[in-house]
């Protein structure tokens, strides 16, 4: 089935649809639609982009120590809270002292991914999320990310000791599995945020149109459809709320997970 080309995809490739083109061109690379080479996630994506760039321009001019307003706070819930989850509590119990370094990175991959995940409660829009190649390429990232973490920690040989695990005998054994485990958390990470958040997008639009069909029909029906004018008021929030709950945990196990494979390769016994 073709997928619809979203309002928000229509007016990026009317901007940057020739230099895309070329773009892709000289990478030899052919588009699956001509008039539309940047799909919906792509597309998705460069919004967020956006958005972020101007919320966090506007933000900055609004911090302050003595009088934080509530825009503040609320971010800064996202560095840490009462709760010990956020970005900088995560680095401080797993990784320790010297954790701070990493929370520039890890912190904008999990607020992307947040992002990502959450705006498609937006009508019109849809999660970048809920297509494969998204997560992948954060998966990517991260996956680069600890393992050169890992390196300028410990340089290229310490690193590797990593692999050999504790008993040096073994490291024959070890080796192989090491790095089966290690390339399985790309697969890990893009499978389970993708899947995740193309099921509950499906629910929340299936189980929404199912609401309306179900007013309708029973809207026919004399008397009970005075009762059925409630389920459109009452069933849309239930859905929206629960397809939030799955963005932010999801997002939430994106981060932490990132956290614990920093924590694993700069942790100092290795």
């Known amino acids: 089935m073709e997928e619809k080309i979203l309002g928000v995809t229509r007016l990026v490739n009317w901007l940057l649809a020739k230099p895309a083109l070329a773009l892709l061109g000289l990478l030899h690379i052919r588009p699956e639609s001509q008039q539309y080479p940047i799909p919906n996630h792509i597309a998705m994506e460069l919004l967020i982009f956006a958005l972020a760039i101007v919320f966090f321009v506007w933000l900055k001019g609004r911090l302050s120590v003595e009088r934080p307003g509530g825009t503040q706070q609320c971010m800064e819930a996202l560095l840490t809270n009462s709760m010990g989850v956020g970005v900088q509590d995560l680095l401080?119990?797993?990784?320790?002292?010297?954790?701070?370094?990493?929370?520039?990175?890890?912190?904008?991959?999990?607020?992307?991914?947040?992002?990502?995940?959450?705006?498609?409660?937006?009508?019109?829009?849809?999660?970048?999320?809920?297509?494969?190649?998204?997560?992948?390429?954060?998966?990517?990232?991260?996956?680069?990310?600890?393992?050169?973490?890992?390196?300028?920690?410990?340089?290229?040989?310490?690193?590797?000791?990593?692999?050999?695990?504790?008993?040096?005998?073994?490291?024959?054994?070890?080796?192989?599995?090491?790095?089966?485990?290690?390339?399985?958390?790309?697969?890990?990470?893009?499978?389970?945020?993708?899947?995740?958040?193309?099921?509950?997008?499906?629910?929340?639009?299936?189980?929404?149109?199912?609401?309306?069909?179900?007013?309708?029909?029973?809207?026919?029906?004399?008397?009970?459809?005075?009762?059925?004018?409630?389920?459109?008021?009452?069933?849309?929030?239930?859905?929206?709320?629960?397809?939030?709950?799955?963005?932010i945990l999801q997002a939430f196990v994106f981060t932490i997970l990132p956290v614990v494979y920093v924590s694993a390769v700069v942790a100092e016994e290795h």
Do not use: Q
Request: aromatic share 12%; hydrophobic share 55%.
């Open 92 to 247: 401080d119990d797993l990784v320790g002292h010297g954790g701070e370094k990493y929370l520039a990175m890890l912190g904008s991959v999990g607020m992307f991914v947040l992002l990502c995940n959450l705006i498609s409660v937006v009508p019109g829009l849809s999660s970048p999320t809920a297509t494969s190649s998204v997560p992948l390429g954060c998966a990517v990232v991260v996956f680069i990310y600890y393992n050169w973490a890992g390196i300028r920690k410990n340089g290229p040989i310490g690193h590797g000791k990593h692999f050999l695990g504790p008993v040096w005998w073994l490291a024959w054994l070890m080796l192989p599995i090491e790095i089966v485990s290690n390339i399985s958390r790309l697969l890990s990470l893009t499978v389970r945020l993708w899947v995740n958040m193309l099921v509950s997008e499906l629910l929340y639009s299936l189980f929404l149109g199912l609401s309306v069909a179900l007013f309708i029909f029973v809207g026919k029906l004399n008397a009970l459809g005075y009762v059925s004018g409630v389920l459109p008021l009452v069933a849309p929030p239930i859905f929206i709320a629960l397809h939030i709950f799955v963005a």
